[in-house]
């Protein structure tokens, strides 16, 4: 079974505190993901890689920034943070390119809940 | 990016069928038809991809016309533990799939 797994389940920072969060998968895959999910807007792309040192900006790339050094791990590393990034942070992976029907089954950590004061 | 409008909620009862039906009219030729299933404090789980016609696999069936405007999940004879958020997602003709906001299911006794 693919297993993806985020550093912390619950996070409390202060706000202008610098946040790291960390994804890590085992099952070799190419692409990982980081989404923010808030209530009453779904799901929503921050980032995406899909191969090491590799990043593209999803839908709300600002006040976010990313690191894949190894394949098996994506960070997000909020620079600043700020109260309006108080938010549930899912990470996902998933193997294939685009265009192939793999790349859609993306396989999701169980989630970061980040609350910033 | 094709986008897709699925209902907001739905209710159902142990042991009927449920049927979830997401429209996508400008769905492309290379675009794939995904649904993802999410229970409250878990990131979403795949449940099952189509292309045309059908396709069915142990948890649910996925039913698309020939014109592939829209398509139907069918979860057989629900259970209390399939309460959950489920999304329709269309891609990828582009690099990054779009998460709407769901259909959430609640099945009562």
């Known amino acids: 079974d693919v297993k993806v797994t985020q550093s912390s389940r619950y996070l409390v920072k202060r706000t202008g505190e610098k946040v790291f969060l960390e994804c890590v998968q085992d099952m070799d895959h190419e692409n990982m993901f980081w989404y923010r999910q808030d209530p009453g807007l779904g799901l929503r792309l921050i980032y995406f890689?899909?191969?090491?040192?590799?990043?593209e900006k999803g839908d709300i790339p600002e006040g976010y920034s990313v690191s894949r050094e190894k394949k098996e791990r994506f960070s997000l590393i909020l620079e600043s943070a700020s109260t309006n990034q108080t938010s549930m942070y899912l990470c996902a992976s998933s193997t294939g390119t685009s265009g192939s029907s793999s790349y859609n089954e993306q396989f999701f950590g169980p989630g970061t809940r980040l609350t910033v004061l | 990016l094709a986008k897709t409008t699925q209902p907001i909620s739905m209710d159902s009862y142990e042991g009927q069928e449920v049927n979830i039906t997401c429209s996508h009219n400008?769905?492309?030729?290379?675009?794939?038809i995904t649904w993802y299933q999410q229970f409250p404090s878990q990131g979403p789980r795949f449940i099952i991809q189509g292309y045309k016609t059908k396709v069915t696999n142990e948890v649910a069936s996925l039913f698309i016309p020939a014109d592939r405007k829209s398509s139907t999940l069918s979860l057989p004879r629900v259970s209390l533990s399939d309460t959950a958020v489920y999304y329709c997602l269309v891609g990828p003709g582009f690099q990054k799939l779009v998460f709407g906001t769901g259909t959430r299911l609640l099945v009562s006794p």
């Open positions: 400008n769905i492309a030729t290379n675009d794939y």
């Open positions: 890689s899909y191969d090491v040192k590799m990043k």
